[in-house]
């Protein structure tokens, strides 16, 4: 097989992820209110995509940001894809997250050279001292044959759920709870979430005061949640669901699975390449071969320069 044929494999590709979660995502709603909403816990997917690379005590917003997308994709209607980008002038510069609609997640994080990301994995650190000044936007991608919808604010609150709770009321303008949850404990990394949503009463049996209390219920009891109980193994998805809304009555459905899922492609890789002129393509080589390496998952993949040509003008 030619060299321009495969991609190399770096020294750590074994380390790939290759684990699934069945029930990473638990969809459920309020019986005697009108809010639906998403538990997840990430298991050990979390550490597994998070101890990839050192990102010290910055991987708690990367944990946090993998559990928020996989919770808010398992509600996708369609085949495709959400992505969340943060990025600002801070120590963390960019983060992206994104997952399918078959909850497949991925992550990026890019670091400057600050002494506050020198903080040990166990320090939890203010989203907004990391970030700094900049930008929270989600991007739906239904696919090549659409358009995608992107929602952009400026980056508001001191947590990561805090500045996603402040999207939702300025961008979409809908009422909901954001509950983001990581640690590192004993070597390992966890992360999870739990996000509320409030929904039209269809039936119109009450009163627009009735479903302000409820609401206001709900997120008042979801407020009660702690991450102890979040990462505590013993404690199923229907018993912690009950511990916290037990009073207003908890629905669960079938839970929804996440896994390490990245998009990189050989032939996506080698159409960005063709969009460059013979003289970059020379410049980029190096003995013969141009080696471009995905962000999310670290494969490199390398081309051999002869057998590129530029696309033509």
């Known amino acids: 097989m030619k060299m321009s044929d495969m991609p190399a494999s770096p020294p750590h590709a074994a380390a790939i992820p290759d684990i699934v979660i069945n ?25 597994a995509i998070l101890s990839r690379k050192a990102l010290g005590a910055a991987a708690h917003l990367g944990g946090q940001a993998l559990s928020l997308v996989a919770g808010m994709s398992a509600g996708l209607k369609f085949e495709g894809a959400l992505s969340l ?27 400057t050279e600050d002494d506050r990301l020198r903080d040990p994995p166990e320090t ?6 990391m970030f700094g000044k900049g930008y929270f936007a989600f991007t739906i991608d239904q696919g090549p044959e659409t358009d ?17 709770a402040h999207y939702f009321a300025t ?19 966890e ?29 008042t009891l979801a407020a009660t949640l702690t991450a102890e109980e979040v990462f505590n193994p013993h404690l199923t998805h229907s018993a912690l669901l009950y511990r916290v809304f037990g009073t207003l009555g908890v629905a669960v459905a079938a839970p929804r699975p996440a896994r390490f899922g990245c998009r990189c492609a050989r032939e996506k890789l080698l ?36 057998n590129i040509a530029p696309d033509p003008v």
């Open 271 to 306: 159409s960005v390449l063709r969009n460059f002129g013979d003289d970059d393509l020379d410049e980029m080589a190096e003995n013969g071969v141009i080696t471009m390496s995905c962000e999310f998952c670290g494969v490199d993949y390398r081309f051999d320069r002869n």
């Open 148 to 164: 995608r919808q992107q929602g952009i604010v400026t980056l508001e609150g001191e947590s990561l759920s805090e500045m996603a």
């Open 124 to 129: 939890t650190p203010r989203a907004d001292m």
């Open 191 to 219: 992360a999870g979430a739990l996000l509320l949503e409030r929904i039209a009463d269809e039936g119109g049996r009450e009163s627009h005061d009735a479903e302000e209390d409820h609401w206001e219920t709900a997120k």
């Open 23 to 47: 029930d990473a995502i638990q969809p459920f709603h309020l019986t005697n209110s009108p809010v639906r909403g998403r538990l997840v816990r990430l298991g050990g997917l979390a550490d």
């Open 85 to 111: 980008q943060v990025k600002g002038d801070g120590p963390v510069s960019l983060l992206v997250a994104d997952s399918t609609h078959d909850g497949a997640v991925r992550l990026y994080v890019r670091l």
């Open 171 to 189: 961008s979409e303008q809908l009422p909901t709870s954001i509950r983001l949850f990581s640690r590192f404990q004993d070597g390992k990394w």
